[in-house]
């Protein structure tokens, strides 16, 4: 490991950079300002931000402080104070640092319990009922309990992997058609997987039940083929229970939907699939012994978390673009935006004061934005700063690569474009840093995916912040109910009164409602899809908010 902090004022960064510095002035600044896990094969370099040594050493109270509560936090203390809940993912790739015998045994359970059923899958000996044995996975899920497996495995599919993995992430009707269309026949061959830690999310329970419909369609038994993911007792057990589901794996109250992509949630889709588990869960565990390290300039975690303060002011003013020059990478801003934005994006701070935090992060792959929006990026509006990734190795495999140019290759010109980027960016005076790892395998990804969920924790305790719990998530799903809530109202209305047109704001008026929007535009929806039995008639030239509504003789 190397580490070595810039003393120059950002002040003195800003001007170096107005004056186009040489290749040489920036690779001593890289030599000062990178740090190296060469046995990981992971590097970060912070040298094109504005930090210094004077903005790192003035944040390493705050730093040690976060730290200090991270260590507590491993220890078993209560992280959630709204839940009253620990929070101890650390401890799926380490279960030897578990606050109690009970969590390790659950946790070396269920990994047994695992190995177990995935043998049974790959050799057929659990098979369905009219094939002779599973092909493919169709996890049903949404958030964190959909899109931590969906990174993993599309970074990590290769051909001949025993299964393919599908996902149902959405209440979308047409999303769900789509996904078992892409099955063709293959449905009596598939093992659904059903993720949702209480049971009664409704957007997994709706997808549960329209893929269950589609098993019945074919004369199937669905519980015949699935499987379910939740903790014991909840409604999903009960009804896995109920119809005799093949297995039902743990979650655990310590295990948060955006950080459970190493319990469960993500390990029995990537062990179908045919990923080696065991080394994603290892290379978690280096990274957390990584970013455990008590000095912040060592700690590639509290570093990154420091960047991210001091690119934001720590208040997240600018958006943090994550870019991975690698295909296999393209879901990496999308995990990292669900565990980035809903961890940091608080209305009110621990204490209960009113801060509005936050981080936004959006992105997708280069070099494909190099034709998307790069461009705003060095001509633009000056609020982002810029997470490129690096993988070295072009392709898995030591065949001969063809050359496209004399001497070039496809993955050099990736290279090439990656740090033309990066230095357009620089002499643009642009803000960016730079994470690098050897190769796309489960290994690094398991340290990627540990090195942001510490990242995340400290960042949080610096703006003091609760990063483990949502809730606007729940005060949108609480919204939504009212929505359909008041539904039911328009419809038991209307239903009651059939061939009688009414609309939206005399109709608001006799249910009593008075949110005259809200009922336009459920009378809209319901309109729209016929099973309703409700028509819609609308005058030529008449504006929309004049339509009325009647429900079918």
């Known amino acids: 490991m190397s580490a070595g902090l810039d003393a120059a004022a950002p002040a003195a960064y800003l001007s170096l950079m107005a004056t186009h510095p040489s290749a040489k002035d920036l690779y001593e600044r890289h030599k000062r300002l990178s740090l190296h896990?060469?046995?990981l094969g992971f590097a970060l370099d912070l040298s094109r931000l504005q930090a210094s040594e004077a903005d790192l050493k003035a944040l390493e109270p705050a730093l040690h402080r976060a730290l200090e509560q991270m260590a507590a936090l491993e220890k078993g203390a209560i992280a959630n104070p709204d839940e009253k809940r620990m929070v101890g993912h650390y401890w799926l790739r380490a279960p030897e640092l578990a606050p109690s015998d009970d969590i390790r045994e659950a946790i070396n359970l269920a990994c047994g319990q695992l190995g177990t059923f995935t043998t049974s899958i790959h050799n057929g000996s659990l098979a369905p009922e009219r094939a002779k044995a599973f092909r493919h996975v169709l996890l049903v899920g949404i958030g964190g309990s959909a899109l931590g497996p969906q990174l993993v495995c599309d970074a990590l599919a290769r051909s001949g992997d025993p299964m393919t993995v599908h996902f149902v992430d959405n209440t979308d009707p047409d999303g769900i058609d789509r996904t078992l269309a892409s099955l063709g026949g293959e449905l009596p061959a598939t093992l659904t997987v059903v993720v949702s830690k209480s049971g009664g999310t409704k957007e997994t329970r709706n997808g549960m039940l329209e893929v269950s419909h589609a098993y019945g369609a074919q004369g199937l038994t669905f519980g015949r083929h699935a499987a379910a993911i939740t903790q014991e007792g909840s409604?999903?057990?009960?009804?896995a229970r109920e119809q005799l589901f093949l297995e039902r794996f743990p979650m655990w109250d310590w295990v948060g939907g955006r950080t459970s992509v190493m319990s469960a949630v993500g390990l029995v889709p990537a062990a179908l699939q045919g990923i080696d588990i065991s080394e994603l869960l290892s290379g978690g565990k280096e990274m957390d012994e990584a970013t455990r390290e008590p000095a912040p300039i060592c700690n590639p975690a509290a570093l990154l978390a420091a960047a991210w303060y001091l690119c934001g002011t720590g208040q997240g003013h600018k958006d943090m673009v994550v870019v991975p020059y690698k295909d296999r990478l393209q879901l990496l801003s999308r995990y990292l935006q669900q565990l980035v934005m809903e961890s940091l994006g608080k209305r009110d701070d621990l204490d209960g004061k009113c801060v509005h935090q936050?981080?936004?992060?959006y992105g997708n792959k280069?070099?494909?934005d190099q034709h998307a929006y790069v461009q705003q990026l060095l001509d633009g509006p000056d609020n982002f700063f810029l997470t490129l990734v690096e993988v070295l190795r072009d392709r898995s495999g030591d065949e001969p690569t063809l050359e496209v140019e004399k001497g070039i290759t496809s993955g050099d010109f990736l290279s090439g474009f990656l740090h033309g980027t990066r230095r357009a960016l620089t002499d643009r005076g642009r803000e960016s840093l730079l994470i690098t790892i050897d190769?796309?395998?489960?290994?690094?990804?398991?340290?990627i995916i540990a090195l942001y969920e510490r990242a995340v924790g400290l960042y949080a305790t610096m703006v003091n912040v609760n990063a483990y719990h949502q809730p606007g998530v729940e005060s949108g799903k609480r919204a939504a109910a009212e929505v359909l809530t008041l539904q039911a109202q328009i419809l038991a209305w209307l239903r009651a009164r059939p061939g009688e047109s009414f609309a939206a704001e005399p109709l608001a008026e006799a249910i009593g409602s008075d949110d005259p929007e809200s009922v336009m535009r459920v009378l809209r929806h319901l309109a729209a899809n016929p099973h309703h039995g409700i028509e819609r008639t609308l005058a030529v030239q008449a504006a929309p908010?004049?339509?009325?509504?009647a429900a079918k003789t």
């Not at 409604?235 to 009804?239: F, Q, R």
């Not at 395998?441 to 340290?447: E, F, K, P, T």
């Open 366 to 368: 280069g070099s494909t």
């Open 545 to 549: 908010w004049d339509a009325a509504y």
């Open 358 to 361: 936050g981080l936004t992060v």
């Open 439 to 447: 190769q796309v395998d489960a290994r690094r990804l398991g340290a």
């Open 235 to 239: 409604k999903l057990d009960a009804v």
């Open 37 to 39: 896990l060469e046995g």
